[in-house]
């Protein structure tokens, strides 16, 4: 698997040789880092005032650095191996991708090593997309191989080629993996725009996760030309925007996107993306940009409400990043592509850009409050609301309240980071966040009762003058208990939780009305190895506990099934010792 790792990052790194151009001073301002990784900056009034993280994408002079706006590094490292991703997270951290160690590395403040993750259950870490969630989870992609025999799906395929499938893992706290999704599962190969006669083929690339306001993933898949939308609870595909079965309506938008990078929800709800513009007809359509589209999921209509298109046009064949900022402008990295970073303004202005003066890259770049100090005396940031009380509608409802942060003083204070416990409780908003002086930082807490079975938090918010602890209350509308429900929904069953398992999994379900119920266990030459249950059950939802104690099971994929009256639905597990 390791030799698969390098098989797909060989991609990137030809699209960064065949796309990097030596670049020169430009009269503009320089900072040359050593083993001559030089930049040249152009910056003007108008642009952000926060850090610029970036990493060198090459494995001859691999570097994480932080850089202000005159290209003065704060911090820079050499790293290991070719090197991606290096951003702050939530929790106060910083973590970045290395290819030589097939690992993410975690850092304090200090930049001190802390920690690092990788993919669990076989599965190969992806070097695209690492999300600490404030709960102190992690969101994580991997990629698994899979030997397929092709000339039965396409003309010309392979007996044995190796078909890559993307994985999305979240782990908890202490890296037991809860939640596992593969493009394997939900992808057909044939949704792919790659060379089905290869190899090996890399059916999805998947490069980005988020946390979307209804709790659910929103992940994007490159080598299909999509992003979707994953239920985190049962991991179906609730749409798909883009791609061959393409669910939206494209508005003000006819080319749409093509080999995107990095989907993200904006906090008014629209979503940004990299578009890499790769493959159009004819040729000339071939440009890169920076998109925002407003989202229907009712009536499923995408609306084109911004883009950036650079003057002269930039084509970037891999690799990119939009960010929005505070301010309102746009943060765009350009990947395999000169200039390397753009910020404008909302009508389109140039206030920032950088430009490598050799032939490197960076995958993304960002803009964060960072080296700020600690702050001894001043009036403390409070909150406007002293407790949060959630109401939904129903288990599976999503409810919001907003959180105003206060900063009554003469300078700016940054909100390092933001933590709490449960599931059930997620801030999709990211940190650090500067709070301007005399101004308020404003953010909502989602709350969606069926990711977790407590009902109660603490969001902890630190800054660098102080801390403050806001308990979270969640209650469902209806007033009934985590195991009684409403009786006017329909059946359902649901994904185990965790998956995979060991030693003890839940099943969940719910019936509309009574009736007999089995709930039974199988193999994967469906051999039936428990039931679980075999009564007469009332209408309601209910949690059922798996334990390997009762029967001897070894690692691999089982199905359970519920059966009620007419009604019968199966679901896959993975269970491993």
Known sequence: MKKLIFTITAFLFTCISLSAQKVGNENSAQSCLSDSIGFSIVSSAGCDSNYIFLA???????????????????????????VYDFKPQPNGTLSYYDLKTDRYYILDKNYNVID????????????????????????????????????????????????????????????????????????????SYTDLTQGTIDVAH???????????????????????????????????????????????????????????????????????GCRREPAVMSFSRSLEYKIDEKNKTATLVWQFRN????????????QRLTNGNTFICWGAAVPAITEVTRTGKKVFELKFN?????????????????ITSGNNIFSTANILRFNA??????????????????????????NNKERAFYVPFEFPALINANDSLVFRVYF????????????????????????????????????????DYDFRLEQNYPNPFNPTTVIGYQLPVAGIVTLK?????????????????????????????????????????????????????????
């Open 56 to 82: 060198t994408t090459t494995s001859i002079a691999p570097y994480i650095m932080i850089i202000n706006n005159k290209g003065v590094p704060i911090f820079k490292r050499k790293t290991a191996g070719g």
């Open 116 to 191: 690092s993750i990788e993919t669990r259950n076989g599965v190969n870490t992806d070097l695209h997309e690492l999300r600490i969630l404030p709960n102190g989870n992690y969101l994580i992609l991997g990629m698994e191989s899979h030997t397929t025999d092709m000339s039965k799906i396409i003309q010309g395929g392979r007996t044995s080629a190796s078909v890559i499938a993307y994985v999305i893992q979240e782990m908890d706290k202490n890296k037991n993996v809860i939640f596992q999704w593969s493009t394997w599962d939900h992808i057909d190969i044939t949704d």
């Open 206 to 276: 998947g490069n980005s996760i988020d946390v979307d306001f209804d709790g659910n993933l929103i992940v994007s898949l490159r080598n299909t030309q999509e992003i979707d939308k994953i239920d985190r609870k049962t991991g179906d595909i609730i749409w798909r925007l883009g791609g061959k079965k393409n669910q939206f309506k494209f508005v003000n938008d006819t080319l749409g996107f093509s080999w995107q990078h990095s989907a993200r929800r904006l906090q008014n709800g629209n979503l940004i993306l990299f578009d890499n």
């Open 311 to 322: 003057t002269p046009d930039v084509y970037s064949i891999g690799l990119g990043y939009s």
């Open 358 to 374: 050799d032939n490197y890259s960076t995958y993304r770049a960002y803009r964060y409050p960072w080296n700020y100090r600690q």
């Open 393 to 418: 509608d129903s288990q599976d409802d999503t409810a919001s309240a907003k959180i105003v942060l206060k900063n009554n003083n003469p300078f700016p204070v940054v909100a390092v980071s933001i």
């Open 448 to 487: 969606r009762p069926d990711l977790s079975g407590s009902f109660e938090d603490t969001l902890q918010v630190s800054t660098n003058l102080n801390t403050l602890n806001i308990p979270l209350i969640g209650e469902i509308k209806t007033s009934v208990s985590f195991n009684d429900v409403r009786k």
């Open 521 to 577: 266990v199988y193999d994967v030459l469906g051999r039936e190895l428990a039931i679980l249950i075999n009564e007469i059950q009332q209408a309601g939802r209910y949690n059922i506990q798996l334990s390997t104690s009762n029967f001897q099971l070894s690692s691999g994929v089982y199905f359970y099934r519920l059966t009620a009256g007419k009604y019968s639905e199966t679901r896959k597990m993975l269970f491993l010792k």
